[in-house]
C-alpha cells in the first residue's frame, strides 16, 4: 500500500529548530514530487516547501525563504524539512505530498498524502 508517515513535530519555542521527516512506501520514490504543506489553524493549506524527484529543483514560500530547507534521500525513500528560526506563525499541521512527475501549488495535484505532523512555536 501506498503511503507518506511524516514525524518530527512538537512544540517548541520561538527561534528553535525541528526537522521534519517523511517516509514513503512507493517505489520508485524517484518518480515522485514531494511537497510540504501546512493547514494553521483557522486557515487555508498553504504549500510550504517542494523539491522535484532529483532534489535540484526546489520552491519554497516566501515567509519561509532563507529559514527552511527541503532535501531528500532516494535511497532511503525519505524526505526532509528543516526548519530554523520558528516563529509563531509557523503553527500549523504539516503534511507530507507527493505527486508524479513535477510539483504543484494546487494540494489538488497531489495523489498520495500523509496523516499530518503538528508544530507548535510558543513564543
Not at 526537522?19 to 517505489?27: K, M
Not at 493547514?39 to 532534489?55: C, F, M, Q, Y
Not at 507530507?96 to 510558543?122: E, F, I, K, M
Amino acid at each position: 500500500q501506498e503511503q507518506l508517515v511524516e514525524s518530527g513535530g512538537g512544540l517548541v519555542q520561538a527561534g528553535d529548530s525541528l526537522t521534519l521527516s517523511c517516509v514513503a512506501s512507493v517505489h520508485p520514490f524517484s518518480n515522485y514530487a514531494v511537497a510540504w504543506f501546512r493547514l494553521p489553524p483557522g486557515e487555508a493549506r498553504d504549500l510550504v516547501a517542494a523539491i522535484n524527484w532529483s532534489g535540484e529543483g526546489t520552491y519554497y514560500e516566501e515567509s519561509v525563504k532563507g529559514r527552511f530547507t527541503i532535501s531528500r534521500d532516494n535511497s532511503k525513500n525519505t524526505a526532509l524539512l528543516q526548519m530554523n528560526g520558528l516563529k509563531r506563525q509557523d503553527t500549523a499541521t504539516y503534511y507530507c505530498a507527493a505527486s508524479p512527475g513535477s510539483y504543484y501549488a494546487d494540494p489538488r495535484q497531489y495523489n498520495l498524502w500523509g496523516r499530518g505532523t503538528q508544530v507548535t512555536v510558543s513564543s
